[in-house]
């Protein structure tokens, strides 16, 4: 089976930034082929020698609050079918919110293996505010990392390959 992972998260936590870093200048991005939806974007990635598509997620409708949850269940559900391993990204300057909660409500109905990665920790002394997201009850391993520098991302992505 492919190796397949999803980046899942509300707005602005730095799922996209964390997919460039991924795909980097490979460059393989799919979403012209026909019958990709237009509102993910798919790109190829390497770790360790292990190769994996990448699913950024996003283009979550804005409006009312019942939308934008029922927008989350459709894309991460999504995800879900179509994902071998799911990235949940959180944003530790934020702290917990609602909308991570619903994330966390949702993703609970997976069996796939769950990597919470607390994003926006950039320095050492903020990677403490990723135990924060502990609250959200999942039982998915919490990595504190920066998708803008890359610190503690090498560990996320060992783990990552290990359930291929
Ligand atoms: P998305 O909506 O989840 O795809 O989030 P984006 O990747 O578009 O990032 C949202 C904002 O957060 C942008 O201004 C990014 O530059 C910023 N950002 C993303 N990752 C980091 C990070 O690791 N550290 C910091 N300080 N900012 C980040
Ligand atoms: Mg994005």
């Not at 089976?1 to 936590?13: K, S």
């Given at each position: ?13 730095g ?27 798919y ?25 934008f949850?029922a927008e ?10 179509e ?12 702290g ?6 619903e ?10 293996p ?6 926006k920790?950039?320095?050492?002394d ?18 504190p ?17 290990k359930?291929?």
């Open positions: 089976m492919a190796n397949i992972v999803a980046i899942v998260g509300r707005p602005n936590v799922k996209s930034t964390f997919f460039n870093r991924l795909i980097e200048k490979r460059q393989a991005i799919m979403d012209n082929e026909p019958g990709v939806t237009r509102d993910r974007h790109g190829y990635a390497e770790w360790c020698g292990k190769f994996f598509t990448v699913i950024d997620t996003g283009g979550y409708a804005t409006g009312s609050d019942d939308k949850e989350i269940r459709k894309q991460v559900k999504l995800a879900i079918d994902a071998s391993a799911i990235i949940f990204m959180v944003d530790c300057r934020d917990v919110t609602g909308f991570d909660k994330f966390a409500n949702v993703l609970r109905t997976s069996k796939k769950i990597f919470i990665g607390a994003n920790a950039d320095t050492p903020k990677t403490l505010l990723a135990t924060e997201f502990y609250e959200l009850g999942m039982e998915a391993e919490i990595y990392i920066s998708a803008e520098n890359g610190s503690g991302t090498g560990e996320l992505l060992d783990d990552l390959i359930t291929f």
